[in-house]
């Protein structure tokens, strides 16, 4: 029966096998040796140039432990990243459940449409477009003026706010697609069972629908958190004086100081640092869902 | 983190192939008549209606390429051998590139212009080594203050106003730790090329950070941050005020602040195994004719040439010439000397531990 089974398998390998080998192939040249190239900087003193010297070295780990500043803004990176994730929870999980329970057909459609805008827009185009809008004298300025009786000065560009909402609302609509797949698929007899049992809204809530949709919030907060740690754009232009982090140091040391060896190695051991957290949060959230 | 690994692997993978093909290929096939230039992007050398004027007087094909930092354009001549033709390098890295033999002694002797550069600057000791000539020199400025002219009935004379409390929030300065280390310098009274006391260019950039608004990085940063009327006061390069205010009409002053300002020197080089030394030759007599730098300070906006009867042949009320080539002016600027890269790696510690207290 197992040899069987092997053999089965087998053959259904080798007909996929031309299938996979475009996006092996790819992988290998696009993804895997560039990467390892970084890793191999990472370990040198200076890059492998025509007429430079350069050495194996463990120098630019040791860098990241033996300057405050490094764990310092990776602490600051981590905490942003919590942040963010955790205010597109807060916006996003709730407009999944309304597309994926409440609205039915146009409506519906409607809203999706504008939930997945930000994606067809540039970055770069989204992060000024929030510089108009939060500077003093800018749009949410003027409106909120024109509005109230009394006066109030509203500038937020330039700051930690700024950053956070910039983020959140490039992210967001993760959030809300990964949920809204996992809240759709739950049974509505689920939820009118629990209903007719007894339970109140709030308890088949928490106790049928959160647990429910664990895997999309679990799926959507390290689709957002990953990438939020080691953003670089969104902190340097609505940051201002306050937007140096983790990202933006990496970017400075390949663009702006061209020490690739140490800005590979920042990289990697955000990569390290990310992957353990990841790895120590699963148990917990598998628990939890 | 998706994003900067990305571009950093792309990056990686272009300078691995353009590495191997520097070795692979040293012959590449390269046209004879072609002028690999490498310069700023918007600087001069690639305006359109230069390279045309260009290539028409002299038959030559000029190939513009770019750099973004000063040690990119090193080691894109490194890893490029006989790829580039000229090659545009501030003064204070002309000692690293000649001691790396990235470039070669310039026959001046061919070029009609260098006659006409100002005597200080041609005998530059950051040009010339050994009787031989390394660079020519092409345009110098300043890193100096501008303001906003609304912010102020009387342009102020000290670097302090920087500091002043009525500018909390409203002050900018680029982000770049040499050029800030070099402004706490200044501000501390310290010669910007022998600083001694980088303890006390520490406690004035610290408390300089609460009265910043942002760090600007491009012209744009600066113009936009005036345009909309955020900012009163900041560090600014000469030739971008200029700009700011002939070109765009912003309301923009230069000041050179009585504590000095820091200067610094372009100038124009030719690498090691140019295969077209003539038509590098050709594109530098260019570059530092006063017809083109008239024609460049007119449609554009420029620095100041250090070819005398440049300056000379712009009107005597010319920002260039009235305010930058006034003695009083020369007096109290310094230009910028060659840094090793140990007080690089310094200042950008400093500056890096400056900008994450802030928090």
Redesign the interface.
Known sequence: MADQLAIGSRRGLRPALPLLLPAYLWLTV??F???S??VF?SFMTD??????EWSFTLGNYAAFFS?S?YS??LL?SLRLGLEVTLWCVVIGYPAAYVLAKVLKGRSREAIFLLVILPFWSNGLVRIFSWAMVL???GILDTALNAVLPFKINIDLM?SYPAVIIGLVHSYVPYMVLTCYLTLQAIDDSLIEAGRSLGASRRQVLWRVIVPLSMPGLIAGSALIF??V?????EPRILG?????FY?T????Q?????N?PL??AL?FI??AV?LIILALAAPVLRRAG | ?????L???????A??VS?FT??AFPLAAQAAEEVHVLNWKGYGADEPWAVANFEKATGFKVVNDFF??E??ML?KI??N?GLYDVVMINAAFNDQAMA???IQPIDVSKLSNYADIAKDKAGSPMLDHDGKVYGVPWVWGLTALAINDKSFDKPPTSIAEMWNPAHKGRVIIRD??VEAVQFGALASGQNINDIKDLEAVKAKLTSL?PQ????WSSENDWNQMVA???IDIGTYWSGSADRAKTHFKLPVSLVIPQEGSVAWLDAFSIPVGSKNVAGAEAFINYMIDPKFYVEWVTKVGAPVSANTKAVEALPGDAFNRKVMGDPEVAKRIQFQAPITDEQ?EKY??LW??L??N??
């Open positions: 696009a993804i040796l560039p990467l190239a970084m900087f890059l492998p140039l025509a007429g430079k300057q500043l310092k803004l600051a500077r003093e004298g330039y990953v990438p740690v080691g953003s670089f754009m201002g004086r306050t937007g140096t990202g140091v990496i970017e400075d390949f663009v702006a100081v061209f690739w800005g590979a990289s955000l990569l990310v | 983190m998706r994003m900067p690994r571009t950093a692997l792309l990056t990686a993978t300078v691995f590495a520097a070795y973004n930092s040690q990119e080691t490194r890893t051998p790396g033999k990235l770049d730790a950070m910043i608004k942002t760090f909309s009327n955020q690089r950008l510690a890096q531990e900008k994450v802030v928090k």
